[in-house]
């Protein structure tokens, strides 16, 4: 059997983030939907790039935002995800290699370009995201680093891979390794819409193998189409060995079989772009729990990352968030 | 004779900054003079990147910044640089039309790509930059937009075109366009190191036809050979109708003849990253110019366009200017 070498490994779209600030008319104006993910086609992220404002470039993706997370409190991280031989790979394989993290994949050359998500910020701090998938089309079974996710302790999987069917094809087979090797399954359901389209799988692969699922209010009432919390974290709490539910400024909680603990939120002085609020909170979190800490202090890591991150444009830490849990007397 | 279509055109390297954050050591190690812009290789870049942090791209370059923040003011602005048909060409292009500017520059293919600097910020806010020139050291008189230069009240031209012969022809072809038609010129010193390269040529350029002469403390410091600023104060003043000088903390001051006019600096709770500080004070004194307004609120606006610009990172303004400065009263 493969040693742990690594705490968290995780599997998604490797993608770059272009982000602008707009009124709540443009996302009227080019018909999106406010907090959604949209994957949409090249000519239709030129035709919204060009209508937008001035942009910052940063690197993205839900499960490589965790990740890089993971590797900003110094936890040993992996990811799997593709990218094209271009500059946004270059980007995007730069930024997540220089917080420590193994990224193995090799630049696909002559394909689609890597990808990258169209990010608008309202002013009221919420994202909605426009994604071109380009090289992460081809995201399938043939691109698992298997020696990668042999080794982790956990892998973590994004729920937005299941737009595809050879990606959840993948992802299957990914569950496969992992459990065949003893390793935990954490899986995020990524976005109220991808749960819609895809309800009865998530289920299945949540009953069959899920040991940390994390969603947020909207996604979990998507789930078990309810719009009663308590009755979703019921539902949840019988089909998920461990599910975190994040609830925005509420805070979180942490439903474990009967069990329900309350996580506080993290205070936020000024709010400036949620993007990765969650994908931050799935970091810290799986980061404590590597490390065999309590619910508690792991939703403590996982609040005081999630702050950080929207208190900042981009889903990438300013600051290393293990020097950030220190400085809040957090012994990690 | 040409109709005046633009407040202010600038005229300078087209650069995505690559920006992340070091400690001092750092520099020390990779043996960079902390605050200073070096011109490095392709291979030189790739050095330093490998070893840096994560990082953000997002649109740079002196006079762009500039030329930028009058746009976000408002102002009719112009560019002229050069791009390659790369990523990061149509990132230049779209974050600077995305302001209102024309920029009329045809991409290059098959050749350099388009230029990069490395930016590393210090905890203490300072930026030290590392720049590719790739595609703009092709910058010639060739490449000059005559139409855009004799449309605009003002050209600007930034100092670190100095140090290439065939931009520095350029740059001076510029001037005899902008001369013929009767155009203000403004010319930034850009940093003090290349003001020490050229310093003959900087005197002979500023007192032949620079009309507005911008410079910080270290460049106005370097091109007199004198540390006294009062000093150099007055020998600026004898060579250029308009100084403008601007002293970090101190704030800044109008040298016009033997008048002398302090302006106080806007107050900055955080400072982040100065990158990109000299380059919206100009903006901000630009447009102020451009619309027949005081020195005092000219320098005043410049003031709001710096301070809004070292309070985050990057050197394009994340606040729309004219906004910022209807915010505090200015009637512009």
Same mark, same amino acid.
């Given at each position: ?16 983030? $272009? ?8 996302l009227? !104006?080019?018909?999106?939907?406010? %907090? ?8 239709? $992220? ?20 965790? @990740? ?11 990811? *799997? ?27 696909t050359?002559? %394909? ?20 071109? #998938?380009? *090289? ?17 302790? @956990? ?5 937005? =891979? ?5 990606? !959840?094809?993948a992802?299957r087979?990914?569950?496969? *390794? ?5 390793? !935990?399954?954490? =899986? ?14 998530? #289920?299945?692969? *949540? ?10 209010? !909207?996604?979990?009432?998507? #789930? ?30 942490? +439903?474990?079989g ?13 709010v ?20 065999? #800490? ?9 609040? $005081? +990352?999630?702050?950080?991150i ?14 950030? +849990? ?5 012994? $990690?």
């Amino acid at each position: 059997m493969t040693a742990i070498r690594y705490d968290v490994t995780g599997i998604g779209n490797a993608i770059v983030d $272009i982000i602008g600030r707009c009124d709540d008319a443009f996302l009227t !104006k080019i018909d999106k939907t406010k %907090g959604a993910m949209q994957l949409v086609e090249a000519d239709e $992220i030129a035709r919204i790039y060009a209508m937008m404002g001035p942009a910052i470039e940063v690197s993205g993706g839900s499960a490589a935002n965790t @990740i890089a997370g993971v590797g900003s409190f110094g936890g040993r991280a992996g990811f *799997i995800g593709k990218i094209a031989d271009d500059e946004f790979g270059r980007i995007f394989s730069h930024d997540i290699r220089s917080q420590g993290v193994a990224f193995n994949a090799k630049p696909t050359t002559g %394909g689609a370009p890597t990808s990258r998500s169209l990010i608008l910020v309202t002013p009221d701090g919420e994202r909605t995201m426009n994604t071109f #998938l380009g *090289i992460s089309t081809e995201f399938e079974s043939g691109g698992l680093d298997t020696e990668l996710i042999s080794a982790s302790a @956990i892998i973590y999987l994004e729920g937005y =891979l299941f737009d595809r069917p050879q990606a !959840k094809q993948a992802f299957r087979e990914a569950v496969t *390794i992992a459990k065949a090797n003893n390793r !935990k399954v954490a =899986l995020t359901l990524s976005d109220s819409f991808c749960v819609d389209r895809h309800r009865a799988e998530f #289920l299945d692969l *949540i009953r069959s193998g899920v040991d940390i699922l994390f969603a947020n209010e !909207k996604e979990i009432a998507s #789930l078990y189409e309810t719009t009663d919390f308590e009755m979703a974290a019921n539902n949840v709490s019988r089909d998920a060995k461990l599910a975190v539910l994040t609830r925005s400024e509420k805070g979180s909680m942490v +439903a474990s079989g009967s069990d329900r603990i309350a996580i506080a939120p993290e205070p936020v002085a000024n709010v400036v772009d949620t993007t990765g609020a969650g994908d931050l909170y799935a970091a810290g979190f799986l980061f404590g729990q590597s490390r065999g #800490l309590s619910f508690e202090i792991s939703g403590r890591l996982a609040s $005081i +990352a999630a702050a950080e991150i929207i208190s900042h444009i981009g889903a990438r830490p300013l600051t290393p968030l293990g020097t950030l +849990a220190r400085s809040k007397a957090l012994s $990690i």
